[in-house]
């Protein structure tokens, strides 16, 4: 089977053949947005760009007793504005490109996903069904910035479908923060290793940051049976002379592999300088605020504990900085089942669970209300399988896609 022929026997297919084929780097999303202007505007589907360049779209109810309910996917996709060469894969199982860029499926598929739907709706008026709103965003992958530029005065639900996720019967209700810490041990009194190496005044940066890592919890801090609740990851760790070498020599000025810069530094950092300043930093992940505080908690004991024990030798301090607030998982039970109902009825075997990373998702939950002052009520589902996510080997499976949409047709129905 043909591209020509998949695009023909489902609009879906078809709309995301159409929308991949258009390159869309974060903040270069317009080629997009005025396609999907254009496909709803030849169906009589109103839409237009707010402000910042996001798309808003609207298919009135024609049932007045439901609640309305909005669907929302990104427009901007991780690569360049190389051209998007299509075609399906040697098994006839996927669509992917010629491998010299990205794909695109995410999160071109969610956008194909919310047209197929609302053209859907709009061709069958004899369907009940509520009001749906759709919005498709500007730079989700590089700062969120669409999501948070959204004029959501201009939208009246409150339970809200994020069509991002990775594979197919995800059903996001909860999403890990993202919490920055940084320790510093600073101000010791170097020395040199050889003649002042018995001075106990002397306390190596190095040797006491170790000590604090060593007690600070590394990995999954807490699951549950949605999956990983809190996790903390130590990014990186800097102390004594490293570097020194590598500025001065212009024959390393090349280097660029991390493997490599860290094997000089390694090898030709100064070893004979008692450290007097070092630094860790972390990443700290939690979908519950009070587990993460427990952390959080823990962490600070620890730290001033070894700062008491090395008190006027050197000092230990540390910053949180919040980079993202945790998307909660509401008490939205009814429209939980509703979802999970609707999943069973298209074959799809799903459970609630907690995805450890960022989406718009936070923003809207954090940030946002409604046209009536209500805070938003958001999923994050997957409606496709999509392989090698963000990599010139991406695929997009597209039987799941088609699936997906008729995932999302039936919770309208359910609705």
């Not at 591209?3 to 159409?18: A, G, M, P, R, T």
């Not at 309910?69 to 199982?93: E, F, K, R, W, Y």
Request: hydrophobic fraction near 35%.
């Amino acid at each position: 089977m043909g591209l020509e022929k998949l695009k023909k026997e489902n609009k879906v297919i078809d709309y995301f053949i159409q929308l991949a084929e258009i390159p869309s780097p974060s903040l270069k999303e317009e080629k997009v947005a005025n396609k999907i202007i254009e496909i709803l505007a030849n169906k009589n589907i109103s839409a237009k760009k707010d402000s910042y360049g996001n798309v808003i779209a609207y298919l009135e109810a024609n049932n007045n007793n439901n609640e309305p309910i909005l669907l929302s996917a990104h427009m901007d996709v991780v690569g360049s504005n190389d051209p998007v060469n299509i075609c399906l894969s040697s098994d006839n199982q996927y669509i992917e490109t010629d491998k010299k860029r990205t794909l695109g499926a995410d999160d071109k598929a969610g956008i194909a996903v919310i047209l197929d739907i609302l053209v859907y709706f709009k061709e069958h008026p004899k369907i009940s069904h509520p009001k749906i709103e759709a919005v498709f965003t500007k730079d989700e992958e590089l700062g969120m910035t669409g999501i948070e530029n959204l004029d959501t005065t201009q939208i009246t639900s409150q339970n809200a479908l994020i069509l991002d996720g990775s594979n197919l019967g995800e059903c996001n209700v909860a999403g890990a923060s993202f919490t920055n810490l940084t320790i510093y041990v600073t101000e010791g009194k170097s020395g040199h290793s050889g003649i002042d190496i018995a001075d106990e005044t002397r306390i190596s940066a190095n040797k006491v940051l170790a000590e604090i890592i060593s007690q600070i919890p590394q990995g999954v801090y807490k699951q549950n049976e949605l999956g990983i609740i809190t996790s903390i990851n130590s990014g990186a760790i800097i102390g004594g002379s490293a570097g020194i070498y590598l500025l001065n020599n212009k024959d390393n000025l090349n280097i660029i592999s991390q493997n490599q810069i860290m094997e000089e530094i390694a090898q030709k950092s100064f070893r004979n300088i008692i450290a007097s300043n070092a630094y860790v930093s972390y990443s700290i992940r939690s979908s519950d605020p009070e587990n993460e505080n427990c952390l959080i908690e823990e962490i600070k004991q620890i730290v001033d504990k070894i700062s008491q024990k090395y008190k006027n030798k050197i000092k230990i301090s540390y910053q949180f900085e919040t980079h993202l607030k945790p998307f909660v998982k509401d008490n939205n039970e009814k429209f939980l089942s509703i979802v999970l109902n609707a999943a069973k009825k298209t074959g799809l075997e799903t459970k609630p669970s907690s995805f450890h990373a960022g989406a718009e998702t936070h923003v809207l939950q954090n940030n946002k209300t409604n046209a009536n002052a209500e805070k938003f009520k958001p999923m994050l589902l997957g409606i496709a399988n999509i392989l090698n996510m963000h990599s010139p080997e991406e695929m997009l499976d597209y039987k799941s896609l088609i699936q997906g949409s008729n995932w999302i047709k039936e919770i309208i129905f359910e609705l």
